[in-house]
């Protein structure tokens, strides 16, 4: 064996080992297309790098073992938080364990973070809706229990009050990320509305089936009777007639510098950057908003 051509990322024994601490709220899982891209492109960023990538479990019934002893159990170097509850006692004690940690769409002090920005996008998509004539705008939300969703509603409001737009009782609805079923019978529930939204933002892009569905089953058309908008900006949707007017997010790029940062706290923790990485989001113009 010639032993200058030796990669040590190829021998099992000293390949180090990244975890991944997943639960978004709909539990949905992997079926979740937002994050199952951030995660796609945490993986082959970290076995690129000689990583291996591990799912922390979660608890299990008659299994007392904290997050953090779990970690150390099976041998995880360091966890990327990419998880719906981050005020979770068991998250925090990982947080705060002193295992290298780096959260998406979430900031720990002292943790480095990937996010999106969201007070961007949903300032973009309140202006687009405003620039076609839209004055009555509700927005249905991801549940409340995030930095993200709040950071959505705030600046939800505060767009609405800087253009003098009064949001109305009832047009701003708690939901849940991707949720095609909640979404449906709130979207319903809004078209009923004595004076009813002209456009309704979603929570993501995935509920907007569920939007579809409300506005077949009250015989409106889309976008000529009602306006939707989504967030995220998966693929499917814009395969969709009309396309959906939405927010892309920069997934790839998300899930490739976590692991990055990741890496870095592992191996360089002395010199590793702690501070978050706030990533671009792009308005997508779609056909579901109507110029009224």
Request: aromatic letters at 6%.
């Amino acid at each position: 064996m010639n032993e200058t051509n030796f990669d040590p990322s190829t021998n099992p024994a000293l390949r180090h080992n990244l975890g991944i601490l997943y639960q978004e709220e709909s539990d949905k899982g992997l079926a979740h297309p937002f994050f199952v891209l951030i995660l796609n492109a945490f993986k082959d960023e970290a076995e690129a790098r000689g990583y291996d990538v591990t799912f922390i479990n979660r608890p299990v019934e008659g299994d007392p073992a904290t997050l953090p002893e779990q970690c150390r159990r099976r041998g995880v170097d360091g966890v990327c938080l990419v998880c719906g509850d981050f005020t979770s006692p068991r998250v925090k004690e990982l947080a705060k364990s002193g295992i290298p940690c780096v959260s998406v769409d979430h900031i720990f002090k002292g943790l480095p973070a990937v996010l999106s920005d969201n007070e961007t996008g949903l300032q973009k998509l309140v202006e687009y809706a405003i620039s076609m004539g839209h004055t009555r705008i509700a927005f249905i939300h991801g549940h409340n229990n995030s930095i993200v969703t709040r950071t959505r509603i705030d600046q939800f409001n505060n767009t609405m009050a800087y253009h003098d737009l009064p949001v109305l009782p009832g047009y701003v609805a708690e939901g849940r990320y991707h949720d095609i079923g909640l979404t449906r019978r709130l979207v319903c529930e809004l078209l009923r509305l004595q004076e009813r939204p002209t456009c309704i933002l979603l929570p993501d892009d995935m509920t907007y089936l569920g939007a579809q569905e409300a506005a077949r089953e009250l015989g409106l058309r889309i976008p000529e009777d009602i306006s939707f908008a989504g967030y995220d900006g998966i693929p499917l949707t814009q395969m969709l007639t009309p396309r959906l007017t939405t927010i892309r997010q920069d997934s790839g790029s998300m899930g490739r510098v976590a692991a990055q940062k990741l890496i870095d706290l592992v191996e360089r923790p002395d010199e590793a950057s702690r501070k978050p990485r706030v990533f671009p989001v792009e308005l997508v113009e779609g056909g579901t908003i109507a110029r009224v």
